[in-house]
């Protein structure tokens, strides 16, 4: 079943109505589980909120800003009301010129939220999402999307994993390291997950969508674990910088420590990135040494063209609230790959 809902604004006045705002437009599709999806739509003036309702227990908080520079900030809030209580399952916030529609897609999936931009054709589907492993404690401070690494995170792991598939585009790149705990020794078991744009620069979208805990993190992702000397080691591409950025190339990465926390690192960056060489002094110092230890590498090519960097990873160094985790290296050792 489909059915919209239009909001219009409007002044009694007809002076009032002749210095009137332009309209904001909206557009949401909102799907429960894999119901039939409910169409939204509004028109609203800028610096208005709204609640638009899409199902008897989803609504939308919709708060359009005042037009700032020229454009709109229009942060949008989908809440479930089943409980009796508002509960937040997503929150987003998107910038755009006034005249241009504002266009989402929600499916709400057993608390998992996929929300794409603009509208697909078809609306996505839960059972297309990857299973969702349980999230460890999430420590080191504010992490929006440390649940990522656990939607779609195999069932085994090796301590050499393949991030970019063969044959995608780009400069072949190794990636290797260490994993040391707090005493100085290397530390076994240990999960790290990393994510990277493509050599355009760009996240590729996966396909199927997934939740908004890792969709962002695109299609270029992998986990490793660290084998009996604390070792592990990325196969992939060398990512591109962000199109029309002055962001350094990078890699997003994460340590998990199965049964005790989860938290993000410094990102990996390359010493010979023009914008990373064009990095004020202070921004480079305040990049390492961080979370995690030092994330800034000195790539070297080989002769066949494959480019190498290493990054030991130092657990909870830099991390607020780490709780000191246990060492695991004598546990689950049948789950895994040396």
Not at 42 to 62: I, W
Not at 68 to 83: A, F, I, K, M, Q
Not at 162 to 191: H, W, Y
Request: charged content about 20%.
């Amino acid at each position: 079943m489909r059915r919209s809902i239009w909001i219009a604004l409007l002044v009694a006045s007809a002076t009032t109505l002749a210095a009137a705002p332009p309209q904001i437009k909206f557009s949401f599709s909102v799907r429960d589980g894999d119901a039939a999806p409910v169409l939204v739509t509004a028109a609203v003036p800028p610096g208005t909120k709204h609640y638009l309702q899409a199902t008897d227990h989803l609504r939308l908080d919709v708060n359009v800003s005042a037009i700032d520079n020229g454009t709109v900030l229009t942060p949008v809030r989908l809440l479930d009301d089943s409980s009796g209580t508002a509960v937040e399952l997503a929150a987003i916030t998107w910038r755009t010129p006034p005249a241009e529609e504002h266009s989402w897609a929600f499916t709400v999936c057993a608390g998992r939220v996929i929300w794409l931009q603009p509208i697909p054709v078809q609306p996505a589907s839960c059972s297309g999402l990857p299973a969702m492993a349980n999230p460890d404690p999430i420590v080191g401070g504010p992490c929006g999307d440390c649940k990522g690494p656990y939607e779609g995170m195999p069932a085994t792991f090796s301590s050499v994993a393949r991030i970019a598939p063969n044959g995608e585009p780009g400069d072949p790149l190794v990636v290797t390291g260490r994993v040391f705990g707090a005493d100085g020794k290397p530390r076994s078991g240990v999960i790290v997950y990393a994510y990277h744009t493509n050599a355009k620069g760009i996240y590729p979208e996966p396909d199927p969508p997934r939740s908004m805990y890792s969709n962002h993190h695109g299609r270029l992702r992998g986990w490793a674990r660290t084998d009996s000397k604390g070792r592990y080691t990325f196969l992939t591409i060398r990512p591109a910088n962000y199109p029309n950025s002055t962001a350094a190339q990078h890699i997003h990465m994460h340590v998990i420590e199965r049964g005790c926390a989860t938290y993000y690192i410094d990102e990996l960056l390359f010493t010979d990135d023009p914008m990373f060489q064009r990095m004020a002094p202070e921004a480079v110092a305040r990049e390492g040494p961080g979370r995690g230890g030092k994330g800034i590498t000195t790539p070297r090519r080989d002769a066949s063209g494959t480019w190498h960097v290493e990054r030991d990873i130092h657990l909870g160094q830099n991390i607020p609230g780490y709780p000191g985790c246990p060492d695991r290296r004598h546990a689950d050792l049948t789950e895994w790959i040396d």
